[in-house]
């Protein structure tokens, strides 16, 4: 605040501020939307998986970038922001419009510049009757406006990958910014983060984040 330094330190190397390889990054702040299905068959052990998939997320992202800027969404029926510890407490009840999670995380783009974008949607793809063709123009919408959208499609049983997963799963093969995770348990917690690493990888040999294929 003085202006003067009180030890001699080089700044550039200081904990706070030292950025590894800071050439090959485009940006050193992070956006970071999390989005969550709280509809009635989103309880229990499907939450659960959801928050240890969170927590990993977050450890990988505070290395990677010294600021992180996180919202959170929660969605059934309509989607609303809420505080991380809202978030991380909501109790699960109502239908589901998935429409409305990646609506309302577009919206929270307004205003962010030079941070690399995120969106982390959470659901067991079991959307409400009528919301699958709005469903799927949010998700193309949100793929153009984010670096990358993880979808984790939350399956403690292991069953099969049906409803609007089974879509994302599909269509996640077309773009280079979009990746899909089956979520069963921690070992494939585990997988969908190399998958998304790997994106970090890339983004960090070419020193841009992913970009959409239009060649699809």
């Not at 330094?5 to 080089?10: G, W």
Request: proline residues 2%; charged residues 30%.
């Amino acid at each position: 605040e003085r202006g003067v330094l009180d030890y001699d330190v080089d700044v550039r190397q200081d904990g706070w501020y030292f950025i590894e390889d800071p050439v090959t990054y485009r940006n050193h702040r992070s956006l970071e939307v999390y989005v969550l299905d709280i509809s009635g068959s989103m309880r229990g052990e499907y939450l659960a998986l959801v928050r240890k998939t969170i927590f990993v997320l977050w450890y990988y992202l505070e290395r990677r970038y010294p600021t992180n800027l996180r919202r959170y969404v929660v969605f059934q029926d309509v989607a609303a922001e809420k505080t991380r510890d809202d978030f991380c407490c909501v109790e699960s009840s109502g239908g589901t419009h998935i429409s409305s999670g990646f609506e309302q995380g577009v919206d929270l783009l307004e205003g962010a510049t030079e941070y690399d974008k995120f969106l982390f949607l959470f659901s067991d793809g079991e959307t409400s009757s009528g919301d699958f063709d709005l469903a799927k123009r949010r998700y193309e919408e949100a793929l153009s406006r984010f670096d990358l959208i993880c979808y984790g499609h939350v399956n403690p049983g292991g069953r099969g990958i049906g409803g609007f997963s089974e879509y994302v799963q599909e269509t996640a093969r077309k773009y280079p910014n979009a990746t899909f995770a089956n979520l069963v348990d921690v070992g494939t917690i585990r997988a969908a983060m190399v998958d998304f690493l790997t994106f970090l990888t890339g983004e960090r040999s070419d020193g841009h984040a992913g970009r959409l294929r239009t060649d699809h």
